[in-house]
């Protein structure tokens, strides 16, 4: 029964023409029994997996026992060829399952690797996150700093402008004053003399209108301290006139110049709290006198007075640093008018009548040969 069993697997080794063509196998291949199917491994994948122990088999000796078999038909062939068939399907079928383990093992290994490597890029992508946020920080950080150093940096230049202007102004008024000192003021012609004086004349007439516009209530306001004021004022124009005049002729042109420019540098120096004084007193004494008949303000008038007083007081220091002698000249109350010297203003009588008010000095120009040059007469108001 064993020698049955085992001539009819030999006779395997004869392959049929159908057979061949299925699964062509070598003729002198070592053949396994079924009962070691199970145990036959599988190469997959490049696993070399040691087969398990064949039994020699002569294939001589199968050949020739089985010969008269086969020559009687393919009845017992296909007796046979059933349990071959089915083995070699149960050999498949294991091979396709060691297969699809193998491919199950590699799929989870793959997996287990795109899922470390996808935890891996998400952590790198955090630490990226992060590492932006940080940047982003450190940038606003550092562009607040940066906006703050330039507003220190434009704050301290301005503030250095603005010092190298003051000291440059400081410079400007002690360089204007040594210039001053060695070639004098800008000379100005007897034209420019007149028309400023008459842009002041102007300027204190638009005062008077503006602020003044009832002449019935100013008919009675005149008092003597008002004209104490102006004598005083008159009486100490004189005297530094009088004292220029004396002065040209010990010494000579330029040594009176230089002279006059210094006396008067040094009279404005020292009595510039004076100035602001006398400023402040003919501005108090108007509004106390006229102030009640006023149409407008206090404040702006004040002011427009103040600023009024100040371009007299600078016109009169540039006349006095000029080359030729200037002095202004006001008609006491009671002189007879003179057409000459005087510009008729208005009032109760003729022009040929008497001098009641002097509205605006006369401007004359000193020489040494002629005497006074009249420039600009005096604006008188006349009485009978």
């Given at each position: 029964?064993?020698?049955?069993?085992?001539?009819?697997?030999?006779?395997?080794?004869?392959?049929?023409?159908?057979?061949?063509?299925?699964?062509?196998?070598?003729?002198?291949?070592?053949?396994?029994?079924?009962?070691?199917?199970?145990?036959?491994?599988?190469?997959?994948?490049?696993?070399?997996?040691?087969?398990?122990?064949?039994?020699?088999?002569?294939?001589?000796?199968?050949?020739?026992?089985?010969?008269?078999?086969?020559?009687?038909?393919?009845?017992?062939?296909?007796?046979?060829?059933?349990?071959?068939?089915?083995?070699?399907?149960?050999?498949?079928?294991?091979?396709?399952?060691?297969?699809?383990?193998?491919?199950?093992?590699?799929?989870?290994?793959?997996?287990?690797?795109?899922?470390?490597?996808?935890?891996?890029?998400?952590?790198?992508?955090?630490?990226?996150?992060?590492?932006?946020?940080?940047?982003?920080?450190?940038?606003?950080?550092?562009?607040?700093?940066?906006?703050?150093?330039?507003?220190?940096?434009?704050?301290?230049?301005?503030?250095?402008?603005?010092?190298?202007?003051?000291?440059?102004?400081?410079?400007?008024?002690?360089?204007?004053?040594?210039?001053?000192?060695?070639?004098?003021q800008q000379s100005?012609?007897?034209?420019?003399?007149?028309?400023?004086?008459?842009?002041?004349?102007?300027?204190?007439?638009?005062?008077?209108?503006?602020?003044?516009?009832?002449?019935?209530?100013?008919?009675?306001?005149?008092?003597?301290?008002?004209?104490?004021?102006?004598?005083?004022?008159?009486?100490?124009?004189?005297?530094?006139?009088?004292?220029?005049?004396?002065?040209?002729?010990?010494?000579?042109?330029?040594?009176?110049?230089?002279?006059?420019?210094?006396?008067?540098?040094?009279?404005?120096?020292?009595?510039?709290?004076?100035?602001?004084?006398?400023?402040?007193?003919?501005?108090?004494?108007?509004?106390?006198?006229?102030?009640?008949?006023?149409?407008?303000?206090?404040?702006?008038?004040?002011?427009?007075?103040?600023?009024?007083?100040?371009?007299?007081?600078?016109?009169?220091?540039?006349?006095?640093?000029?080359?030729?002698?200037?002095?202004?000249?006001?008609?006491p109350a009671g002189?007879e008018f003179s057409?000459?010297?005087?510009?008729?203003?208005?009032?109760?009588?003729?022009?040929?009548?008497?001098?009641?008010?002097?509205?605006?000095?006369?401007?004359?120009?000193?020489?040494?040969?002629?005497?006074?040059?009249?420039?600009?007469?005096?604006?008188?108001?006349?009485?009978?």
């Amino acid at each position: 029964m064993v020698f049955l069993n085992l001539r009819s697997w030999g006779r395997r080794g004869l392959l049929s023409p159908g057979k061949e063509q299925r699964q062509p196998r070598a003729r002198n291949e070592s053949l396994l029994p079924p009962s070691w199917i199970g145990e036959r491994p599988a190469r997959l994948s490049g696993v070399a997996i040691k087969a398990p122990n064949r039994l020699p088999i002569d294939e001589n000796a199968f050949v020739d026992e089985t010969a008269p078999e086969v020559q009687a038909g393919e009845e017992v062939n296909d007796k046979n060829r059933a349990p071959s068939d089915n083995a070699e399907d149960l050999y498949d079928e294991h091979e396709q399952m060691t297969e699809n383990r193998l491919l199950l093992e590699t799929r989870r290994e793959l997996e287990e690797q795109h899922s470390a490597a996808t935890e891996k890029i998400q952590q790198l992508t955090r630490q990226l996150e992060e590492s932006h946020k940080e940047h982003t920080r450190k940038q606003l950080a550092d562009r607040e700093k940066s906006e703050q150093q330039d507003y220190l940096l434009r704050q301290s230049r301005e503030e250095a402008s603005a010092s190298a202007n003051r000291h440059q102004e400081e410079l400007n008024k002690l360089y204007h004053k040594l210039n001053a000192l060695q070639s004098g003021q800008q000379s100005w012609g007897d034209d420019q003399i007149v028309e400023a004086m008459r842009n002041l004349n102007q300027n204190l007439d638009r005062w008077v209108k503006a602020n003044f516009k009832d002449a019935t209530k100013l008919e009675s306001c005149f008092s003597a301290r008002w004209n104490l004021v102006l004598g005083n004022t008159v009486r100490a124009l004189r005297t530094l006139s009088c004292l220029s005049a004396r002065s040209i002729a010990p010494g000579s042109e330029t040594a009176f110049h230089t002279w006059r420019i210094a006396t008067s540098m040094a009279i404005e120096g020292g009595t510039k709290e004076k100035c602001e004084t006398a400023f402040a007193d003919i501005i108090q004494t108007v509004e106390g006198r006229f102030g009640v008949f006023c149409s407008t303000d206090s404040e702006p008038r004040k002011r427009q007075l103040e600023k009024l007083l100040r371009k007299c007081a600078d016109f009169k220091v540039t006349l006095s640093r000029q080359k030729q002698a200037f002095f202004f000249h006001c008609s006491p109350a009671g002189v007879e008018f003179s057409l000459p010297f005087m510009t008729f203003g208005g009032g109760d009588g003729q022009p040929a009548g008497k001098v009641r008010w002097s509205l605006w000095p006369a401007i004359m120009k000193w020489h040494d040969d002629t005497g006074r040059d009249v420039l600009e007469t005096e604006l008188v108001w006349t009485m009978e």
